[in-house]
């Protein structure tokens, strides 16, 4: 594969002195091919070198990288090379003895395993899945001291290279106050070797030639949001009053469809009073269908908000019901009484039903499932743009999105019927106390 202008640049960055190295921008812009290209040209160099490729969720890394990415790196780049994968410990064996391992930093077991050797590169794939810690300790493993195969010189030693790749997260992400701001992201200090650290940013117009037709058209219509993220490839303004993160929606995401048995399912509605005509100005109904599984861990696996009057969201509600075999449908009472039950029950009779009541506004009670997504308790399958634009929006201050975001309030209202512990009722209001006048002899009310 021919390189363009812009990726022969980043290929030059990738082969500086710098020891640390960033390819940041949108998708499909290259970064994973030039890095691999990168690693596979460095364990050529040094016969018996290892290298690490790794990447949050080893699911992940096994589609796109193990299956993808690296058979393409061989083939277009060193087509007489042979290689062997060995599918039991997951690395590839190059005829010069050199090794490249994957692995998934989800797995406790195999990272200790893997993390347990030294390598002359370590790799992090989509870093803004990773923390701080995780790649700090793959760092510690840059270690292993090998000798480069030069024709004529004597004693010369592959370079230790640790090479990450990202859709920029926030500003608050460790790669962006590593390599953009060059500071240590726990005290802030500069580094003390800031020519140590070099960073790029590539982006899909920058690869337009090796994608498929209408592809940069599919990231224009996304919203301004991700837009920033996939398409312009920029680091996303610091929010330390967001409640949601794209990157921690990121890191838990389920691409492969593979989740645990459900024990329980519920669809939470979250109504916005469109009637059934002339309702194009009104919000949608925020129609959501959330899952508990076995595990322990809630899934997102639907996404059917409408903007239609009763009679069709009823429907669409009450057909998510019956597609994902739930046990109920969730309303907010507080909206018209008891109509959601209404036209619930209307649509399909007898379907189990549960009222609840907002006593608190839409980001307070947000506010409780925010960790849960932090720690992977809450799980998208598959990609919610919309909804995960309102959720991003959601923060301790407020609603920061435009119009409201009734889909994250359904949702909401879903993952609080999922773990009922974490809703906490209001505090009741103390009595006033009446005022009390003072009297020569003491106090009296």
Known sequence: MSLTAKQHEAREVLSSLAVYVLLFGGSRSGKTFLIVRQIVTR?????????????????????????????????????????????????????????????????????????????????????????????????????QKVAVVVEGLKDQFLALKFFADCNPPSKVHWTYRIFIEKVDPDTKKPHPRPQHYAA??????????????????????????????????????????????????????????????????????????????????????????????????????????????????????????????????????????????????????????KAVTASRGKSVRAEPFSALYEQGKVRHVGDFQQLEDELCGMSTIGYTGTGSPNRADALIWGLAELFPALVKAPAKPKKPERARAHVPGGWMR
């Open 43 to 143: 364990a050529m160099k040094a016969p018996g070198s290892r290298h690490a490729i790794l990447r949050f969720r080893f699911n992940h890394l096994k589609a796109s990288v193990i299956a993808d990415t690296f058979p393409k790196v061989m083939a277009e780049c060193f087509p007489g090379v042979e290689w062997h994968l060995d599918r039991s410990d997951w690395f590839v064996k190059l005829p010069n003895g050199s090794e490249i391992w994957f692995g998934g930093l989800d797995d406790k077991d195999r990272t200790e395993k893997i993390l347990g050797m030294e390598f002359a590169t370590i790799y992090l794939n989509e870093s803004s899945q990773i923390s701080w810690d995780s790649a700090q300790m793959a760092i510690t493993r840059l270690a």
């Open 200 to 353: 790029m940013q590539i982006n899909p117009q920058d690869n337009a030639e090796h994608q498929a037709d209408g592809y940069l058209d599919k990231l224009k219509s996304l919203s301004q949001r991700l837009q920033k993220r996939f398409l312009a490839g920029e680091f996303a303004d610091a929010n330390p009053n967001a409640l949601f993160r794209d990157e921690d929606i990121d890191r838990w995401r389920v691409l492969d469809g593979r989740v645990p048995d459900f024990v329980r399912v519920v669809i939470p509605v979250d109504p916005s009073g469109s009637g059934d005509e002339d309702n194009a100005d009104n919000d949608e109904i925020g129609i959501v269908a959330v899952a508990l599984g076995t595990d322990g861990n809630a899934y997102v696996i639907e996404d059917c908000s409408v903007k239609a009057g009763p009679k069709t969201w009823g429907e669409v509600a009450t057909s998510a019901f019956d597609r994902h075999e739930a046990d109920v449908v969730v309303g907010e009472i507080n909206f018209g009484g008891d109509m959601v039950r209404h036209v619930i029950q209307t649509a399909r009779p007898r379907t189990p039903y």
